[in-house]
């Protein structure tokens, strides 16, 4: 498929779109007759019974573009698919009925390994083919964290696979512009007030994707440019990375459901879409300093600057931490 013509790209990114919002609306209307509603409680960040599971929209989206993709002959998009298979399908169980998660952990260290096994056949390096199966686990977990307010997650990988696909080829950039329109078909259900919530076949399927995107842009660029594709992801990963870490080292029981993410705080006090639009704000500004480090010539300089974009980060996720707290106890 060729990137540069116009009506093939509308009409791959509209196929998804539609498929992306008539899976969601579908799920939508058999949620609640099959028990897959969120309900409120003092560890979720709703108020009203919501239907779950609305993100197999996205997943399935992806599925349609590794089947075409290895329909053309791509290597590697088999095992892809496969991977994707096995993430969503462990999401829609646990959606339907609760899992264990170390059966969920087993999911996706297996999809983990079918991404390394797609990109050891498409003869990327050893370094990416290891980097590749670790960002399965840790990006299906971190999405599936941070889809606890309204659009937060969708709208977070769709700015995700925008900035990726600036360093990526042709395929790549075409799974890219998959997700991108999935997300724009499940995101109207889903913010500013959500008739449905992805659910984790949706942050799952969200996840690998990331994972994939990630994999085949380490693939294509040169490691001196590796640091700068950390900065689309830095607004998820801080936030997940650092409250994980900060419960663990407080001993409490991290794997469990909690209201500590930052966002989930600042939710409490300012709102669903008010926040979810920050977290939009900073990782659009991310993917800014992305392209224009890209752009310099010095290698040192992309390296510095990711380092403290990163360090920006984490410093705005303390203050805002310490700040919350101080809401809480006035």
Do not use: K
């Not at 990416?128 to 969708?154: H, T």
């Not at 801080?238 to 989930?264: A, F, K, M, N, S």
């Not at 705005?316 to 106890?329: D, P």
């Amino acid at each position: 498929m060729r990137w540069s013509d116009p009506a093939l790209t509308g009409m791959w990114m509209a196929a998804s779109l539609l498929l992306s919002a008539a899976a969601t609306e579908g799920v939508r209307r058999f949620a609640p007759r099959a028990g897959m509603l969120d309900l409120p409680g003092p560890r979720r960040s709703h108020g009203v019974p919501t239907p779950r599971g609305g993100g197999a929209g996205v997943a399935l989206v992806g599925l349609a573009a590794f089947a075409v993709f290895a329909w053309l002959g791509s290597a590697g998009a088999g095992w892809m698919g496969a991977g994707l298979l096995l993430v969503a399908a462990a999401g829609w169980r646990d959606d339907r009925r609760p899992w264990a998660p170390g059966w969920r952990l087993a999911a996706q260290l297996l999809a983990g390994v079918c991404l390394a096994l797609a990109l050891a056949r498409a003869q990327a390096a050893p370094a990416v083919v290891v980097l590749g199966f670790v960002a399965v686990p840790v990006l299906v977990n971190a999405w599936n964290f941070i889809d606890g307010i309204d659009g937060l997650a969708a709208s977070q990988a769709l700015l995700c696979a925008l900035g990726l696909a600036c360093g990526l080829q042709e395929a790549g950039r075409w799974l890219a512009l998959a997700l991108i329109a999935a997300c724009l078909g499940f995101l109207p259900f889903n913010f500013p007030r959500a008739r449905v919530f992805a659910g984790d076949v949706g942050s799952g399927a969200l996840g690998y994707l990331l994972a994939c995107l990630l994999g085949l842009a380490l693939q294509a660029q040169p490691p001196a440019r590796w640091p700068l594709l950390a900065l689309p992801l830095a607004a998820v990963l801080v936030d997940t990375g650092l409250t994980l870490l900060r419960r663990i080292l407080r001993g409490e029981r991290w794997w469990q459901p909690h209201l500590q993410h930052l966002y989930q705080r600042w939710a409490r006090h300012f709102g669903h879409s008010r926040v979810t639009l920050r977290y939009a704000a900073w990782t659009a500004l991310a993917i800014a300093c992305m392209a224009w480090l890209q752009a310099a010539a010095p290698v040192a300089l992309a390296w510095a600057g990711s380092g403290v974009f990163l360090m920006a980060t984490a410093w705005l996720w303390w203050r805002g931490q310490a700040r919350a707290g101080a809401e809480a106890r006035a």
